[in-house]
């Protein structure tokens, strides 16, 4: 009897996602996490609205530049930037990415149109004097006109609808892929939203240290932060917990067979390891953090420590999701090797869009005054 090996023959597949991915699903979720959360400071009423102003700062800002940032990534992620019109002369209704590139510059609009209205009042304020920044304040405010606050209300909630939809969108984008068993799932869209605001929270705890107009209400700040990221937290607990139970029980096929596809590998076990670390290490963080509330100089003093640790996990699920799920094998057994080259798209990419984030964050607070009280006051009074 003759004996022979067969021996099979598979290509190198290139990434389908990039590093600009990541950094792009990243910045939208802080970006319509952060919105929500300045919404009860903007357009809520009473004691609502005044114990929610210090945060719907710092959101309102943070909201804004990561809108107008995480569209760069998403260009640089097309491979060719160029083509992004494509989307728009050869329309598809029936996809997600298609669907996308209407909903994000509607996004895009009404976010710079809620945020405007909000920081108005502030800029016809700061138009008195001379000098660069006051000479910002009279372009921008438009006149003297007053934007009514049903106005701001209008738009507020028209931001927050295609807020929504952009969370739609990116979830449905990636599930929706059947030849990925790790990405086929319907949780994976739920799971996006929680962990983005989780990262949004601890952005806000973070810049509440370093950027927040006035010590008084900083504390507040915190326990509110500290708050959002335990519940959030706590839901992204129960949707991973229902991810393996469906699958370990055998009701989804999908997720059963996304299980199966890293069993064998020890990486994936280490990565399991480590994320379910970093999330009871931030869970049991805040907690302990918003138990020493009484205490506002010791929760002010380390608060921030959560804050980073919620950004690395908002993020980390992001890179475990976009790009170590592309080195498991889709048509053969095995796993392809992640190389993170030094590149625009590797390391330099990366560092390179929190760069350009910092830079819109740092001329904002250079040249509007968004710290005032008299923006979200006014709208109130």
């Known amino acids: 009897m ?48 005044q114990r929610w102003q210090p945060m719907a700062r710092l959101a309102l800002l943070i909201t804004l530049t990561c809108t107008l940032v995480a569209p760069v990534a998403l260009l640089a992620d097309l491979h060719q930037p160029m083509r992004f019109w494509h989307f728009y002369t050869n329309a598809t209704p029936t996809s997600w ?40 304040a009279k372009v921008l405010s438009f006149g003297d006109w007053q934007a009514s606050r049903a106005i701001l209300t209008t ?17 449905a984008e990636i599930a929706i892929i059947k030849a990925r068993p790790l990405w086929h799932t319907n949780w994976l869209p739920i799971m996006f939203v929680t962990t983005g605001m989780v990262a949004a929270a601890g952005l806000v705890i973070l810049l509440n240290r370093w950027m927040s107009p006035e ?61 379910l670390v ?38 980390a699920f992001r890179w475990m999701v976009l790009m170590e799920v592309q080195t498991v094998a889709k048509n053969t057994a095995g796993y392809y090797q992640l190389v993170v080259e030094l590149g625009s798209y590797g390391l330099m990419g990366i560092i390179g869009t929190f760069g350009l984030w910092l830079a819109a964050l740092l001329l904002i607070d250079l040249f509007i005054p968004w710290q005032g009280k008299a923006q979200l006051e006014a709208q109130h009074g």
């Open 2 to 49: 003759n004996s022979s090996i067969i021996e099979i023959l598979t290509p190198r597949y290139e990434l389908a996602w990039y590093p600009w991915a990541v950094q792009y699903f990243f910045l939208i979720a802080i970006s319509y996490s952060a919105l929500l959360l300045s919404l009860p400071g903007t357009i809520g009423r009473g004691q609502l609205a």
């Open 97 to 136: 990415m298609s669907i996308g590139s209407i909903l994000l510059p509607l996004y895009l609009i009404s976010v710079l149109a809620y945020v405007w209205l909000a920081w108005r009042p502030a800029l016809q304020k700061a138009r008195a004097g001379s000098g660069f920044r006051p000479s910002i």
């Open 155 to 171: 738009v507020a909630l028209v931001a927050t609808l295609f807020a929504f939809g952009i969370m739609l969108y990116t979830g």
């Open 215 to 275: 010590r008084e209400g900083r504390e507040d700040i915190n326990r509110q932060g500290l708050k959002v990221i335990l519940i959030a937290m706590l839901i992204s607990a129960l949707v991973a917990t229902a991810w393996f139970v469906s699958g370990f029980s055998g009701h989804s096929d999908s997720v059963a067979a996304a299980l199966q596809s890293i069993q064998a590998n020890s990486d994936w076990r280490l990565s399991a390891i480590w994320a």
């Open 278 to 315: 970093a999330g009871v290490t931030l869970f049991v963080l805040a907690g302990l953090a918003l138990k020493a509330g009484n205490q506002a100089r010791s929760v002010l003093n380390w608060a921030w420590i959560v804050g980073l640790l919620a950004l690395h996990v908002g993020w």
